[in-house]
């Protein structure tokens, strides 16, 4: 994926200057190695930091090395000032984590009390309103820190993404599908840009694409992915190549001063009678290069997808929180095999947007419900174009960051699973389960009125999701709590 950034890491050790500074080079060191046992890099700063001046050297030696991610290590109490200031004059994110005492027959001259340091770090961060990566207990041995380190790079890896992001967006919502329409303020609040276009810009763009040389590899390379099972309508191939070099070379010649992008793009009512197909197939080949293209025009749909990226590094997939499953099909297929109740689980569905490696097999087949809209039910034509199969079963996170009303913004996680269960439906679909997620839908996703999509990340990662929407400023966070935390507007006695 060339559409994410790589973290090149860096830490830097701080020393007290009334504490013995080896003490804090030598663990200083032990992390290194701690890391590098993991398989991790991190370029060790040789410059300790006992003042301002060593803080400005430090800072400029890891820049010069390239770093754009950067661990603070209190290897003893550590300078207050000095250490703070690093994050300051560091372009890029900063975790902070403090050295454990080793021996308890060394609790002299081997005593750094960076324990007690972290918190007097903590203190002057806020007063410098300095945002940092604290982690859950900061304080560790070489190998707790090199532990906390991985658990930073996807972190870090999101925070540098989001700072050279930019959404670009084709079409105004649909008619009567306001849903996932938000004020985008909050986007340039994260540092983000966002470029709106009209549906006619890219209609031209299309057009002008046509006879491209490329279209034949892209084609070849489309045809090799899906099989021949999966290549249903080998005629529709030009047109979805030839769309899919549009919005690549959109994204290049529009980044501009960017090195990431997104899109959010509008595909209904009037997008497949006049491009002649349905743009799913296509916007599920650029997520799985990371360059998530969000459905109807789904800003935060698309931000919340690349955070997932990120958080990842792998495909996401943005779908519909939406439809039950039937309760002759849970008593059938689920119950007594998994330990969910009914309303622990839905269906996530979208046309055929999630990528073919996530799907168990996939095919491209016409959109269903656009058919009957469009084409008034008849032998599909330009309604043609979705991915559709059952998602692949597995661990993944339901998760979204959303702008509300007032341009406030708020985020909810939910970890769970996607059943090994056949859906027996249509489009890119899987039926998912979620712990007390009736309790959820109820008091999250309706009470604090979020939109129907929710970003799919597949693997656990609720722990780097709550660290990045802490880090941005999101005080409302939301997760499916367990049934002895009532929600604020739970009724105790339901």
């Known amino acids: 994926m060339n559409n994410i950034p790589e973290v090149k890491l860096g830490i830097i050790a701080v020393s007290r200057d009334c504490f013995v500074i080896s003490l804090s080079e ?126 930073f790079i996807p972190v870090a890896r999101t925070l540098i993404g989001l700072a050279s992001l930019k959404i670009i967006t084709f079409g105004p919502r649909p008619q009567d599908f306001f849903a996932c329409n938000a004020p985008i303020k909050p986007l340039y609040d994260l540092g983000i840009e966002i470029q709106e276009n009209s549906e006619l810009d890219l209609l031209v763009a299309y057009r002008a694409h046509a006879g491209d040389s490329r279209i034949d590899g892209v084609v070849k390379e489309m045809a090799e992915e899906l099989g021949a099972s999966g290549n249903q309508y080998p005629d529709l191939l030009p047109r979805m190549a030839q769309f899919e070099l549009t919005l690549l070379d959109w994204a290049e010649q529009n980044k501009g001063a960017r090195k990431y992008v997104v899109f959010a793009d509008k595909c209904w009512p009037a997008f497949p009678k006049e491009f002649g197909f349905e743009p799913c197939y296509v916007n599920s080949r650029l997520a799985s290069r990371g360059i998530p293209v969000a459905c109807e025009v789904d800003i935060y749909g698309a931000l919340s997808e690349y955070i997932g990226t990120c958080v990842t590094g792998e495909p996401v997939t943005l779908l519909d929180i939406n439809n039950s499953v039937p309760a002759d099909m849970y008593n059938e297929e689920i119950k007594g095999k998994y330990n969910y109740t009914l309303h622990d689980t839905f269906m996530g569905f979208h046309c055929g947007n999630t990528p073919f490696c996530r799907l168990k097999s996939g095919a491209v087949k016409f959109q269903l419900i656009q058919n009957r809209l469009l084409e008034n039910g008849q032998t599909p034509d ?101 049934k002895n935390m009532l929600y604020k507007d739970e009724n105790p006695f339901a």
Not at 49 to 58: G, S
Not at 457 to 464: H, M, R, W
């Open 26 to 151: 030598r663990r200083r060191k032990a992390v290194v190695d701690a890391c590098s046992a993991k398989g991790t890099t991190v370029y060790e700063a040789k410059t300790t930091v006992e003042n301002e001046t060593d803080m400005l050297k430090a800072v400029e030696e890891v820049k010069k090395a390239g770093c754009n991610a950067l661990v603070v290590f209190l290897g003893n109490f550590g300078p207050e000032t000095p250490e703070t200031l690093i994050a300051k004059n560091f372009d890029g994110p900063v975790m902070y984590a403090a050295a454990a005492e080793e021996h308890g027959n060394d609790l002299i001259n081997g005593r750094g009390d960076a324990y007690c340091g972290m918190l007097n770090c903590s203190y002057n961060l806020g007063l410098r309103k300095l945002k940092a990566v604290i982690p859950e207990y900061p304080v560790g041995t070489a190998e707790d820190i090199a532990g906390m380190i991985v658990d």
């Open 382 to 482: 330009f309604t043609r174009g979705t991915l559709e199969g059952d998602i692949a079963p597995g661990k993944i996170t339901f998760f979204r960051l959303q702008s509300a009303a007032d341009a406030s913004l708020h985020a909810y996680i939910a970890q769970g699973e996607v059943l090994p269960v056949a859906t027996r439906s249509f489009g890119g679909i899987g039926i998912f389960a979620i712990p007390e997620m009736g309790r959820f839908y109820r008091h999250v996703l309706i009470s604090k009125r979020y939109p129907h999509h929710g970003a799919v990340a597949f693997g656990s990662a609720g722990k780097a999701l709550y660290t990045i929407f802490n880090y941005l400023g999101v005080e409302d966070i939301a997760f499916n709590q367990p």
